[in-house]
């Protein structure tokens, strides 16, 4: 599976691959392969990268096209 919106979301930050790499602490060729499709995201990666990018994983793996979360 292709994740473009952490691609998407990571672009609309203005970040590089190595500084959202550097969130997750993994190396900035792991989060390409994320990005590319090349590997599968672990659940532990997607929270942390919902609450970087204050979405949902949701949104991140294209099951709602609601990009920020409702506050409670």
Known sequence: MKYKR????REDSDKLQKD?????GISQQYYSEY???NR????QHLITLAKY????IDYIVGLTNERNKKSS
């Open 35 to 37: 990005e590319n499709g």
């Open 53 to 56: 990018y204050n979405t949902t």
């Open 40 to 43: 599968p995201i672990p659940v």
């Open 20 to 24: 959202i790499a550097n969130v997750l």
């Open 6 to 9: 952490i691609r998407d979301l």
